[in-house]
């Protein structure tokens, strides 16, 4: 299966994202962490990090691994590409977007985060708000982490998995 978690910085996907994927044993592709790779080997990211996020999930998912994408995924392009990787590798795939509804809670984490992965530059509150994050069309689980607790958000995303 291949859970596909989308959502602006700072609402709380990686945090999700490493929970899961311990608690099921999990392959975690995280888009942030194949661009900032990238751009160590001197390559200038645009589409790139996502085009390999693609092919490693798709490998992994093909060897029968649960897989966890966590991204911004933000435009129907985008979406559309992860659910393409499920049908081709002939697995069921979980939409969960992972918003968080209070703005003031919302800038704070993404003001106090800290970088895990280095030498990658954190956006600031002004890219996250200008960021072009395209609405959502079809069915998804939305999680709003200003409303839920770490614990919670895990707990529907297993239900929506049957995990």
Not at 78 to 87: F, Q
Not at 118 to 123: D, E, M, R, S, T
Request: glycine share 6%; hydrophobic share 45%.
């Amino acid at each position: 299966m291949l859970l596909i978690l989308s959502g602006l910085p700072g609402t709380g996907k990686t945090t999700i994202a490493r929970k899961v994927a311990r608690q099921i044993a999990a392959v975690h592709v995280r888009i942030d962490s194949i661009e900032q790779a990238l751009r160590n080997a001197g390559v200038r990211v645009e589409a790139e990090g996502y085009r390999v996020g693609y092919a490693v999930a798709e490998d992994n998912l093909r060897l029968g691994r649960l897989v966890i994408a966590d991204s911004v995924n933000p435009w129907p392009l985008t979406r559309e590409a992860w659910r393409s990787v499920a049908r081709r590798a002939a697995v069921p795939h979980v939409d969960v977007e992972i918003v968080c509804s209070d703005p003031a809670v919302h800038r704070a984490r993404v003001e106090g985060r800290i970088a895990d992965i280095p030498g990658h530059v954190l956006p600031a509150w002004e890219d996250v708000v200008r960021r072009d994050y395209r609405p959502w069309e079809g069915e998804r689980l939305e999680i709003d982490t200003a409303q839920v607790t770490l614990d919670e958000a895990v707990r529907r995303i297993r239900a929506t998995m049957r995990l």
